[in-house]
């Protein structure tokens, strides 16, 4: 099944509103009509209104960096869905790595997260991936099912139609590290495979799997033809538009 390339930015923690209006009318004027794989990009939270405002009428979507599971409450420091898609949003990602290691996300709060955005018509990026210890020790396919099986839990095989799986092995997370070709193909088809067994061979082949750990402009190419990677989600390199509009032609 041909499955349409997907690229999304991740711009972190970075970027002023004022900054993140310049960097979007930048990208706005390098992919305006540029139709050949769908393009997120996701600012900081106070970031998202200018920069939607920016892209408005255009096919860059707009995504939050996480969301919380309640739609309001005593949960200082958080957003909701509600806020999210008021603020522009049609895209959030949920359990990055860099949350589950400096903010004590688990796979159960993931999946809390997830079925949160989905039922606040949020499509959704879910982040997997080992770190480079669980990597050394030859244990990427077991973390990564415990990291599938806990995010998805208890979703129909039709939900998958609003997810984009993003593989992105810890180690190489703005580390200059990136999987070999090889290596990112080998788990994107391992990903697939775990798909096909909990939700059928129809989502397996729809669902999106991105890969995610220092894409750059210069190995974008090789990474993106793989048969199982469906494109990217790019984080230093989003903040720099040549080289983001590189990747995102490179994921046609």
């Known amino acids: 099944m041909a499955r349409r390339s997907f690229v999304a ?24 009509g540029y139709g050949k794989c769908d393009v997120a990009v996701c600012p900081t939270f106070l970031a998202i209104p200018a920069v939607a405002e920016v892209l408005r009428g255009t096919s860059i979507a707009v995504g939050g960096q996480n969301l919380f599971w309640e739609k309001s409450g005593a949960y200082t420091g958080e957003i909701s869905g509600p806020m999210l898609t ?13 949350r589950r290691q400096y903010f004590g996300e688990t796979d159960e709060t993931v999946n809390k997260r997830i079925k949160a955005a989905l039922s606040h018509k949020l499509k959704v990026i879910f982040c997997v991936g080992e770190t480079k210890d669980e990597r050394l020790n030859n244990v990427t396919e077991k973390v990564v099912r415990k990291q599938m099986e806990g995010g998805l839990a208890g979703l129909k095989a039709e939900e998958l139609a609003s997810i984009t799986i993003a593989y ?29 067994t909990q939700f059928g061979a129809s ?16 190995n974008a190419k090789e990474l993106l033809s793989q048969p199982d990677i469906d494109g990217a989600l790019v984080g230093g390199a989003s903040l720099i538009a040549n080289d983001f509009e590189a990747i995102v032609k490179a994921a046609k």
Not at 11 to 32: F, G, Q, V, Y
Not at 86 to 98: K, L, N, P, R
Not at 168 to 196: C, D, M, N, S, Y
Not at 203 to 218: L, N
């Open 9 to 32: 930015g991740n711009w972190k923690m970075n970027k002023t509103p004022d900054e993140a209006r310049a960097l979007a009318s930048e990208l706005r004027a390098k992919l305006e």
């Open 86 to 98: 008021a603020a522009g949003c049609t895209y959030v990602i949920i359990g990055h790595s860099e």
């Open 168 to 196: 992105e092995p810890v180690w190489a997370i703005g580390t200059g590290l990136t999987a070999t070709p090889a290596q990112a193909q080998e788990v994107h088809a391992f990903i697939r495979a775990l798909i096909k």
């Open 203 to 218: 989502a397996a082949d729809a669902i999106r799997i991105q890969y995610g750990g220092s894409v750059k402009a210069d």
